[in-house]
């Protein structure tokens, strides 16, 4: 599909015990990235295994009464960075929460590959690392990979510390240059970690940090905001959705993989009775191939080769002629316009124009020319070349 989902808001719950009103805020703020041409996917490309393990296995031990939120920053609605502190005394890292794996990792003092620009967790300057040494690696869909090994340190994120937590250091970086966040959090569930290990939200859950076992996004999708949106751990702010909510079972606990009824562009059906993964480290909307041309036949896109995209001319094609694209999710659609699916970008062809001010000259001595009739008048004498495109005009 040729879009990327401009509104989100994800809500998260794995048991119903709550208690407290007050929910903690992680915001997300905003940033610009180098220009690149590579879509992210970081949906962990693990086979999924043990799928079975829910969150009764990691029993909380007490209860917070407030929410942890983090500010995210939205780069360039292709992730959603917040900040989090590794060790004793802090070392922080921007780091990409990403509901499509478990793993947690930064790179580390000992990275020997690709690690340029990013922040480095040093153990030996951390008082409250303790030493795991099992080897880690992990793979994601776009192509990149990080591997390393595990240590166990104290993670702080807003102020809330998570003790014991078991994370990678990595020394070896692949597909990661010029990424804005240093590391991924993973905020799916355990049977997609590496070896293991509890999550971070699980931690938080049984340490008695948070209120319920709920997470929540909202994804602003307005570039020009100061916010980017907001993670809150133990809770949703109802300020940041309009009516109610729509609860999904979990279809497969690995990703947080939900069933969708039907896909639709305007009245027609492509595609019926599918699953999905709700994945905030995922820029674009990807499915299958088949039902992904299915859409795009129906919206009366062109295939460009270049861009390795589907494209529709706003210099032939109307706005009114695109039809909203709907998800059923359980018995509630979620509808996509045009504007919300499209990508817009402007034209990249050049052209030449006549200035506003061609007919500007300078004031100068008229002793400086001659009086003879066969004087040429410097003003008739200038060149004047001009050319232009449909599309775009260059001064």
């Not at 599918?274 to 919206?299: H, M």
Request: aromatic fraction near 10%; hydrophobic fraction near 35%; charge should be negative.
């Amino acid at each position: 599909m040729i879009s990327t989902l401009l509104v989100m808001l994800i809500i998260v719950h794995l048991c119903e015990k709550s208690a407290g009103d007050d929910i903690f805020r992680i915001p997300i703020n905003r940033a610009h990235r180098p220009s690149s041409n590579r879509t992210n996917s970081t949906v962990s490309t693990k086979i999924m295994t043990n799928s079975q393990k829910s969150l009764s296995t990691h029993a909380k031990i007490s209860l917070a009464t407030s929410s942890v939120n983090e500010n995210l920053t939205n780069e360039l609605d292709a992730y959603f960075i917040g900040t989090i502190s590794i060790g004793t005394p802090p070392q922080n890292f921007r780091i990409d929460f990403d509901t499509g794996s478990s793993d947690l990792w930064v790179p580390s003092s000992q990275c020997r590959s690709s690690c340029n620009g990013f922040n480095k967790y040093n153990s030996a300057e951390s008082t409250t690392y303790v030493a795991n040494g099992k080897k880690f690696s992990i793979s994601y869909g776009d192509g990149s990979s990080a591997s390393g090994i595990l240590s166990v340190d104290v993670v702080t994120i807003n102020g809330v510390a998570v003790k014991n937590q078991t994370f990678a250091e990595c020394t070896y970086l692949v597909g990661m240059t010029g990424d804005i966040n240093d590391g991924i959090l993973g905020l799916a569930f355990p049977s997609l970690t590496s070896d293991g290990e509890k999550p971070f939200f699980y931690n938080m859950w049984s340490q008695g940090l948070i209120p319920e076992a709920t997470f929540s996004f909202y994804l602003n999708p307005d570039t020009s905001a100061t916010s980017g949106g907001e993670l809150i751990f133990g809770g949703a702010d109802p300020s940041k959705y309009t009516g109610s909510i729509t609860y999904i079972s979990v279809s497969l606990e690995g990703y947080w993989e939900f069933p969708i009824a039907s896909v639709s562009v305007g009245s027609t059906i492509v595609s019926s009775s599918t699953y999905a993964i709700a994945d905030t480290g995922t820029t674009l909307i990807i499915g299958p191939t088949a039902q992904i041309n299915s859409i795009n036949i129906a919206l009366g896109v062109t295939y460009d080769s270049q861009s390795q995209m589907y494209t529709v001319d706003c210099y032939t094609r109307s706005l009114s002629s695109l039809p909203n694209v709907t998800f059923t999710i359980g018995d509630r659609a979620f509808i996509l316009t045009p504007l919300q699916y499209l990508s817009i970008s402007g034209d990249q062809s050049t052209g030449f124009a006549t200035s506003m001010s061609y007919d500007w000259i300078p004031t100068v001595d008229s002793s400086l020319f001659s009086t003879s009739s066969t004087t040429t008048n410097p003003r008739t004498s200038t060149m004047k070349t001009t050319t232009s495109t449909a599309r775009t005009t260059t001064v």
